[in-house]
T-cell receptor, first 116, second 114 residues
């Protein structure tokens, strides 16, 4: 069974440009999460999809971030326009069940974003 | 509100020595607690979790953690470190019905010396 895959593994862009990160969850996992780790800080929750619907997007920093999950399969996270403080590692995770007492989150390797 | 504090951003032990990584939490609801590990160039992997059952939780690779409500702690231990344990370890907390919205600590980098 393939794990959670993320693309690209590393992206370097100029301030003001646009970047789109992609996450393919484990097949059959309805729940998809985005997290972010800014350098030296803790990993922080961004949002949670259940199938194609946003269940919780309370962690999204501002309206420069747009997450989508078309058809309830893969998800994209777009940053437009990117700012220096957006640099960090963006993690995607998926789970079959949304309750943590019944399932666990499976994380991808992360997409490292560097904004110059 | 919930929060997690991991004491020590870097911990170094000798191979064969005890591993102790400290985690204290704050939670206004009964907590569910987790330890994740990230090996170089890999994603986060669940080591173990506490979800209100037994307070002593055993995980993979010989790790275990004990939930102590009175001390609001969930420290991770392993009796004998192996070189392959070198990684970054994350403690996380969530509450019932909060799904996968985990609150993470800042992580502890574990080095194992030969």
């Amino acid at each position: 069974e393939a794990g959670v895959t993320q693309f690209p593994s590393h992206s370097v862009i100029e301030k003001g440009q646009t970047v789109t990160l992609r996450c393919d969850p484990i097949s059959g996992h309805d729940n998809l999460y985005w997290y972010r780790r800014v350098m030296g800080k803790e990993i922080k929750f961004l949002l949670h999809f259940v199938k194609e619907s946003k269940q919780d997007e309370s962690g999204m920093p501002n309206n420069r971030f747009l997450a989508e999950r078309t058809g309830g399969t893969y998800s994209t996270l777009k940053v437009q326009p990117a700012e220096l403080e957006d640099s960090g590692v963006y993690f995607c995770a998926s789970s079959r069940d949304s309750g943590v007492d019944t399932g666990e989150l499976f994380f991808g390797e992360g997409s490292r974003l560097t904004v110059l | 509100a919930q929060s997690v504090t991991q004491l020590g951003s870097h911990v170094s032990v000798s191979e064969g020595a005890l591993v102790l990584l400290r985690c204290n939490y704050s939670s206004s609801v009964p907590p569910y607690l987790f330890w994740y590990v990230q090996y170089p160039n890999q994603g986060l992997q669940l080591l173990l979790k506490y979800t209100s059952a037994a307070t002593l939780v055993k995980g993979i690779n010989g790790f275990e953690a004990e939930f102590k409500k009175s001390e609001t702690s969930f420290h991770l231990t392993k009796p004998s470190a192996h070189m392959s344990d070198a990684a970054e370890y994350f403690c996380a907390v969530t509450g019932y019905n909060q799904g996968g919205k985990l609150i993470f600590g800042q992580g502890t980098e574990l080095s194992v010396k030969p």
